[in-house]
């Protein structure tokens, strides 16, 4: 499962350090529909278009399905026994949710957004 920031950073990283078979999520549709709307300039705007174009045509998004609401719940759990507040990682969470309940590892550039979640997600840094 590729996190978002892995999805956008794409081709600046290298492919040996990728899955083989990648996996998106309707999470990272959903940011990058929001990257499109916040775009600050006409050039800016094409280029998350394009990419949000190649998202949409690349791959079949996994959902934020009931199970993964439910290990959801237990990531929640996790981050604030990990001494952090869930409700700004509210997205990184769901991907990770997802990511979990397809049994997925996550690629990430940004691990830190995943500590305390070892027990429930793979987290793989990229």
Do not use: C, W
């Amino acid at each position: 499962m590729l996190d978002t920031n892995v999805f956008i950073d794409l081709p600046k990283l290298d492919e040996f350090a990728l899955p083989e078979v990648s996996a998106l999520t309707t999470i990272t549709l959903a940011e990058l529909q929001h990257g499109v709307a916040v775009a600050q300039d006409a050039e800016e705007h094409d280029v998350r278009n394009k990419r949000l174009g190649a998202a949409i045509v690349g791959y079949a998004p996994l959902p934020f399905d009931r199970q993964a609401s439910t290990r959801y719940g237990s990531l929640i759990r996790l981050t604030i026994e990990a001494g952090r507040d869930p409700r700004s990682r509210k997205f990184d969470l769901m991907i990770a949710a997802i990511a979990s309940s397809n049994d997925l590892p996550l690629y990430t550039r940004n691990p830190k957004d995943f500590v305390g979640l070892e027990s429930l997600v793979e987290v793989i840094e990229v």
